[in-house]
């Protein structure tokens, strides 16, 4: 299937609060859509963390966006993680564009940079993705509903607006409160936002499927979403994830290796086939408007 | 001024696991107490690895038992009337005011004669002739849509106690300002009612950025936000090990602190004691505390 030009297509993975899983569902999506024969790249436009990784050209990224092309067989590239921020203390971060340090930054001088720079950076790595690849899956922050931090956003609504991208919700039922959480996300956004959630997806299930049926019907009649699946709760997998303060990961936190070993591997195609076997693959290939491969 | 409170009752409930709720729950036991009320902890329903061991010998979910120390109380059996051990391979003890029970818990939950809210009403009405205040602490979420009827922790009990709720959010995770205003969306209009305004947890951060943010929330739901707590570091009062919840940066309380209370060395329990004492003052100095005694007084006929 390698079409002469690119496809450029885009989908975007965003969670109803941080540590729901939206890494590793990228992750897995991007290897998904791999395996059938697309070329894809994962994408963050800003990701804040400590744990970096090298490109061969020497460029800096964060290690999780390289993860995320390693697993789905195309080289890291600074387009893929535009912009990298590395806390130094609570309000001071080494800021790093397209691989490169620009050095340390304030809060506000970050937001100045953000305002001014941010998005024509994020916009510029959008369109060279896209003049390469047939989709590219791109990863959120956080939530995207913070009514207060909306102005300048270039992680959730901000970055799907720059690559026009259709959304996928991600709730996490294993601390309770998803429904909760997928409504109230829903009913913060602004109606253009809310019109590009497409679906919502539902991660680390445990328990009786029968139970949790009727709240689904119930939630797609509340957000008129259809829900694209119900993962369940996958306890082997690791991926370097960013570091919150003071926060103990219960994904786990691997190793810092530049190569990722076999067993890395073979627990993304594990988690790559988990992931398709719990949605509706025929809705995604919809929302991302590309053809089903004929098997 | 408030010598009419009689087994009044305050809940708090959260809009997931995990976001503070036992922490409030115990502050507001402390606080009460140093301000000179007969205060007792009370969750209905409680779901966990490990729990609390009473001077009694009794088994209580791990929260209650540091809630009653919080109140300076010793701890009893009714102030968890349910409380159900996951033991692995699908088999679940349960425990039922302090007692294990032999037998599988769900055959236990079907063979009472009346259901389990007799069992709960008994021991909530218990608390409340004898106390002054019963601080209740809710499960989970209040707005899992599929599991309403099956509730046994969340609204039901504040049906039963009449109790004006505060709705925890913890902010750190994310989602906080969604999560409140779903919730509200997702209650029917009684439950609604319940709920007396919010408290968000774990704030860390400028306060002047967050606050449009709680603007917003409160006139989508009417409702007031009634404190932000922040971040507490370097707690060390152990967080229910139950499915799904966090553990505790600390010793695990499984290994610190499941052990009958008289077994506790001098040493460690005056340093609970000390944290029991710095966490209700970073909550009371946090805390709308006026508005929390009027609703503690006056109940759901305030609103």
């Known amino acids: ?295 | 001024m408030y010598d009419s409170l009689q087994g009044n009752c305050l809940m708090v409930q959260g809009v997931a696991s995990g976001v503070g709720k036992s922490l409030l729950a115990t502050a507001l036991c402390r606080i009460l107490v140093q301000d000179g009320f007969l205060v007792a902890p009370f969750k209905a329903w409680n779901m966990a690895l490990s729990s609390y061991t009473t001077a009694g010998g009794l088994e209580i979910g791990w929260a209650q038992g540091i809630q009653a120390e919080a109140a300076m109380i010793d701890a009893t059996g009714h102030m968890n009337p349910f409380l159900l051990k996951p033991r692995g391979g699908g088999q679940t003890e349960i425990i039922i005011r302090g007692e294990p029970q032999k037998g599988d818990a769900r055959k236990i939950m079907d063979s009472l004669p009346d259901g389990p809210w007799p069992v709960i009403s008994a021991s909530l009405e218990h608390l409340r002739k004898q106390f002054d205040v019963v601080i209740i602490e809710g499960a989970g979420s209040p707005a899992e849509i599929n599991l309403k009827d099956r509730d046994l922790a969340n609204m039901g009990v504040a049906r039963l106690a009449k109790a004006p709720v505060l709705l925890t959010a913890d902010i750190d995770r994310g989602g906080a300002l969604a999560a409140l205003v779903g919730s509200l969306a997702l209650l029917d209009s009684e439950e609604n009612m319940h709920i007396a305004g919010f408290v968000i947890n774990k704030f860390r951060g400028d306060f002047d950025i967050l606050r449009p943010g709680l603007d917003v929330v409160e006139e989508i739901t009417g409702k007031p936000v009634l404190g932000v707590i922040p971040h507490i570091p370097r707690l060390s009062l152990g967080e229910e090990d139950s499915v799904g919840v966090p553990k505790t940066d600390t010793v695990t309380e499984r290994e610190a602190f499941n052990q009958p209370a008289n077994e506790l060395g001098t040493a460690d329990a005056r340093a609970r004691d000390d944290e029991l004492d710095r966490v209700a003052a970073v909550v009371r100095a946090s805390l709308d505390m006026g508005k929390i005694y009027d609703l503690i007084k006056k109940g759901m006929k305030l609103y």
């Not at chain 1, 992750?27 to 744990?51: E, H, T, Y």
């Not at chain 1, 090298?54 to 195309?74: D, L």
């Not at chain 1, 809705?283 to 991302?288: E, Q």
């Open chain 1, 1 to 295: 299937m390698n079409n002469k030009v690119p496809m450029g297509r885009t989908l975007m993975v965003q969670g109803c609060a941080s540590s729901v899983g939206k890494s590793f569902i990228t992750a897995a999506l991007c290897r998904i859509f791999a395996r059938d024969g697309w070329r894809v790249a994962p994408f963050k436009a800003q990701n804040m963390g400590s744990k970096s990784f090298f490109t061969a050209e020497g460029k800096e990224i964060n290690a999780v966006q390289a993860v995320q092309a390693k697993v789905t067989g195309v080289p890291p590239s600074p387009d893929m993680n535009p912009i990298f921020q590395k806390p130094i203390t609570d309000t001071v971060a080494e800021v790093i564009v397209l691989g490169e340090s620009l050095g340390n930054m304030t809060v506000q001088e970050y937001f100045h940079f953000k305002k001014n720079e941010g998005k024509a950076v994020v916009a510029g790595a959008l369109k060279r993705l896209k003049e390469q690849f047939d989709l590219i899956i791109l990863e959120g922050g956080g939530s995207p509903a913070e009514v207060n931090l909306r102005d300048h956003d270039l992680v959730n609504m901000g970055a799907a607006a720059l690559a026009d991208a259709p959304v996928i919700l991600v709730g996490d039922i294993d601390r309770g409160g998803v429904f909760a959480y997928l409504t109230g996300t829903m009913l913060l956004l602004t109606e253009e936002e809310r019109r590009r959630v497409k679906a919502v997806l539902i991660n680390k299930f445990r328990g009786d499927l029968s139970l949790l049926e009727p709240g689904l019907a119930l939630l797609e009649e509340k957000i008129s979403r259809p829900i694209l699946g119900v993962i369940p709760y996958i306890n082997d997998v690791c991926l370097p994830l960013e570091e919150g303060l003071d926060r103990a990961d219960d994904d786990g936190v691997c190793l810092r290796e530049e190569s990722v070993s076999e067993s890395w591997q073979g627990a993304y195609e594990k988690l790559a086939r988990q992931v398709r076997e719990s949605v509706s693959m025929d809705l995604l290939y919809d929302i991302v408007g590309l053809p089903i491969p004929k098997s």
